[in-house]
């Protein structure tokens, strides 16, 4: 069952716009959420994950149970965004990946 | 950089071969990871194994194995069963299984059929 959804393959926004990538996920139990990020030529790595409620390099993303989501947010987006971003699930034993999203940031 | 190593970066076999990909890690890490990342599919768990001497099946465990007998060691064998083994593998980490320990990642190795 998929338990991860990001619904959007490819993200195109301008520098200094808003972006958001979208996360959605199923679980019947209290989940940990994450988000990784993968650059151009550099191993997966982690961006940020619900419990520590940080911003990294300016990203936030809010854990919303009643929309089951854990969307990745910036205000601003930068050009060194530019980069693959997967939303992941912990049930504690496993790990769940979303298909993940390539975002692109046109200067 | 240290971390978690895997080797080759590249590999290629020939159809009905056994084929064995490397994974080390140098960061105390009790757990490891083994996924298969298919273009458009994310990542895929194959196994992963929460201590030494014991590992569990992921969703695609199909055609592949794989054994813990050192902390730091974690190989996967891609067996001849596996039908579609052309693919982007990545191991991973992290300090235990429970719910909120991050994974640490590897480079990869990429897998290709002769």
């Known amino acids: 069952a998929q338990r991860v959804t990001q619904p959007e393959k490819l993200l195109s926004v301008f520098k200094g716009a808003p972006v958001e990538l979208k996360c959605n996920y199923s679980y019947s139990g209290s989940p940990e959420l994450f988000w990784y990020v993968q650059y151009s030529r550099q191993r997966l790595q982690l961006l940020l994950r619900?419990?520590s409620r940080e911003s990294i390099k300016g990203f936030t993303a809010d854990l919303n149970k009643g929309e089951t989501s854990f969307h990745l947010k910036k205000p601003f987006a930068q050009e060194e965004d530019s980069a693959m971003y997967y939303c992941a699930l912990s049930d504690g034993n496993q790990f769940y990946f979303g298909t993940g999203t390539s975002l692109t940031v046109i200067p | 950089d240290g971390g978690i190593t895997q080797s080759p970066k590249y590999l290629f076999r020939k159809e009905g071969q056994n084929v064995t990909l490397s994974c080390e890690q140098n960061?105390?890490?009790?757990?490891m990871y083994w996924y298969r990342q298919d273009p458009g599919q994310g990542l895929r768990l194959i196994y992963y194994?929460?201590?030494?001497?014991?590992?569990q099946k992921g969703d695609i465990a199909e055609g592949y194995s794989v054994s813990r007998e050192k902390k730091e060691s974690f190989p996967l064998t891609v067996t001849s069963a596996q039908k579609n083994p052309t693919a982007f593998y990545l191991c991973a980490s992290s300090i235990e299984t429970g719910v909120g320990q991050p994974q640490h990642f590897g480079d990869g190795t990429r897998l290709s059929i002769l």
């Open positions: 194994s929460q201590i030494v001497n014991d590992f």
């Open positions: 960061l105390n890490h009790d757990a």
């Open positions: 619900h419990i």
